[in-house]
Structures are given as structure tokens and as C-alpha cells.
Nanobody, 118 residues
Framework: QVQLVESGGGLVQAGDSLRLSCAAS????????MAWFRQAPGKEREFVAD????????SYADSVKGRFTISGDIAKNTVFLQMNSLKPEDTAVYYC???????????WGQGTQVTVSS
């Protein structure tokens, strides 16, 4: 089992920055990739960014490319999402997820609320 706990959400104004953290515990050696997803009210959960276990491969949704940066060290059980130039449309609950080989995005955190006011 793997447990994921997000932190760092909050209420900010458009143009501000926030850094989200995801702390993993348990059988973290099984984690292949970690990712951030988000879900806005009335919308489906969407992919934001992911990072490989080695930390050298990342990918981003087009909507956040150039503004958000995923970083961290899965081997050290922590992943971050630096969010700059935040927009009201970034308002959502942000979830950390972990990929386990053969099971896809198998583990999820409880989410942290990010609210961006205009």
C-alpha cells in the first residue's frame, strides 16, 4: 500500500504563485511515475503534469505548460508542483497520483483545494 498526502493549496489572486507538495509513504518502491491531476466543480478530473521515478522525464497539459513545473524525487517520497501566473481557471481540487506498473494510476491522495480569484 502507498499513502499520498497533498498540501500547499489555498486562496490566491490571479498572477500569484503556489507550490503544492505530495508526500508518499508505505511501499513507495513500487511507484513508477507520480502525477498531478485536478478537478474543477462540474468538470471531469484532468491531467496536469507527471514525473518519472528518475525525475528526468516530465510532461504537462497544454493548459499549464510554461506556468507549472513538476519536480521532486520519488525515491525520496516527495513531489512538488510549482504553479506560477495562476489564473481563475486553475481553480480546482488538485490530486496527487502514483502509477504502479500494471495498475496505472492506482494510488490517489485526498486532494488540496486551490482557488484563484480574479
Amino acid at each position: 500500500q502507498v499513502q499520498l498526502v497533498e498540501s500547499g493549496g489555498g486562496l490566491v489572486q490571479a498572477g500569484d504563485s503556489l507550490r503544492l507538495s505530495c508526500a508518499a509513504s508505505g511501499r513507495t518502491i513500487t511507484i513508477y511515475t507520480m502525477a498531478w491531476f485536478r478537478q474543477a466543480p462540474g468538470k471531469e478530473r484532468e491531467f496536469v503534469a507527471d514525473i518519472s521515478r528518475s525525475g528526468d522525464i516530465t510532461s504537462y497539459a497544454d493548459s499549464v505548460k510554461g506556468r507549472f513545473t513538476i519536480s521532486g524525487d520519488i525515491a525520496k517520497n516527495t513531489v512538488f508542483l510549482q504553479m506560477n501566473s495562476l489564473k481563475p481557471e486553475d481553480t480546482a481540487v488538485y490530486y496527487c497520483a502514483a502509477v504502479v506498473p500494471g495498475k496505472g494510476y492506482y494510488y490517489w491522495g485526498q486532494g488540496t483545494q486551490v482557488t484563484v480569484s480574479s
